[in-house]
């Protein structure tokens, strides 16, 4: 009668351990999906912050676009525009001949 009961502390160890197993590994499980999902929050903090940063930069540039000095410098340099009586000098330096000199 004595095998029985040390085979079932025996057996009731056995199940505690398996028991205190399961529960680490689902603790670490845990723990593992959570610093996980806190550095994806980080991230997207981030992220948002950029966005922000650019939607007010837009905001400043859409701003400045409704002013007369704005459209003319873009008419001027993305255009290529000229005032009236102003004539264009267009300075055109061959950049070959420089590549081949170094």
Same mark, same amino acid.
């Given at each position: 009668?004595?095998?029985?009961?040390?085979?079932?502390?025996?057996a009731?160890?056995?199940?505690?351990?398996?028991?205190? $197993?399961?529960?680490?590994?689902?603790?670490?499980?845990?723990?593992?999906?959570?610093?996980?999902?806190v550095?994806?929050?980080?991230?997207?903090?981030?992220?948002?912050?950029?966005?922000?940063?650019?939607?007010?930069?837009?905001?400043?540039? $859409?701003?400045?676009?409704?002013?007369?000095?704005f459209?003319? $410098?873009?008419?001027?340099?993305?255009?290529?525009?000229?005032?009236?009586?102003?004539?264009?000098?267009?300075?055109?330096?061959?950049?070959?001949?420089?590549?081949?000199?170094?």
């Amino acid at each position: 009668m004595k095998k029985n009961k040390k085979g079932g502390i025996t057996a009731f160890k056995l199940g505690i351990i398996s028991l205190f $197993l399961i529960v680490s590994i689902h603790f670490y499980n845990q723990i593992a999906t959570y610093n996980k999902l806190v550095k994806e929050d980080k991230a997207k903090q981030e992220e948002i912050a950029e966005l922000k940063d650019e939607i007010s930069n837009v905001k400043v540039l $859409l701003s400045k676009s409704k002013t007369q000095e704005f459209i003319e $410098l873009i008419a001027r340099d993305e255009l290529g525009m000229i005032k009236p009586k102003e004539i264009k000098v267009v300075d055109k330096v061959d950049t070959d001949i420089f590549k081949e000199n170094k």
